[in-house]
């Protein structure tokens, strides 16, 4: 039933078989028949992310499946990277936060603060003459 692209995709995700759920009803739309007599429409659950997917694109169950899965392991993938991302985002907040302000930093920041300082002071003395 797959193919080993998704079969791998799987394999990285760590999903296994068991944790999807499909349920299949009739789809509605063009199709003739066909649609109006088998249940075509395939909707896949991933149970630990509770994610699903409805598919009804085609006059096929089995096409509908593929297609299912195939989108299904794109959201989770998504979903990983996007753990992954704010994982190392907060490490690194941590970290910044953690460490403190080295010294030179500090006389930069008080220098820049001082000039500025003065060219408002210089302004205020141009408006007010």
Same mark, same amino acid.
């Given at each position: 039933m797959l193919d080993p692209k998704?079969?791998?995709r799987l394999r990285l995700l760590g999903c296994k078989p068991d944790e999807f759920e499909e349920?299949?009803?009739?789809?509605?739309?063009?199709?003739?028949?066909?649609?109006?007599k088998v249940s075509t429409s395939v909707t896949l659950f991933h149970r630990p992310s509770s994610l699903s997917v409805t598919v009804q694109e085609s006059r096929s169950q089995f096409q509908?499946?593929?297609l299912a899965l195939e989108r299904l392991v794109r959201l989770l993938e998504a979903a990983r990277e996007t753990e992954i991302s704010e994982r190392?985002?907060?490490?690194?907040?941590?970290?910044r936060k953690a460490s403190p302000r080295p010294q030179f930093l500090k006389r930069r920041?008080?220098?820049? $603060?001082? @000039? /500025?300082?003065?060219? $408002?002071? @210089? /302004?205020s003395k141009v408006i007010s003459d």
């Amino acid at each position: 039933m797959l193919d080993p692209k998704t079969q791998h995709r799987l394999r990285l995700l760590g999903c296994k078989p068991d944790e999807f759920e499909e349920k299949f009803a009739r789809a509605a739309g063009p199709g003739g028949q066909n649609v109006n007599k088998v249940s075509t429409s395939v909707t896949l659950f991933h149970r630990p992310s509770s994610l699903s997917v409805t598919v009804q694109e085609s006059r096929s169950q089995f096409q509908n499946r593929r297609l299912a899965l195939e989108r299904l392991v794109r959201l989770l993938e998504a979903a990983r990277e996007t753990e992954i991302s704010e994982r190392s985002n907060a490490l690194s907040r941590a970290r910044r936060k953690a460490s403190p302000r080295p010294q030179f930093l500090k006389r930069r920041i008080r220098a820049s $603060k001082e @000039q /500025r300082a003065k060219l $408002k002071q @210089q /302004r205020s003395k141009v408006i007010s003459d």
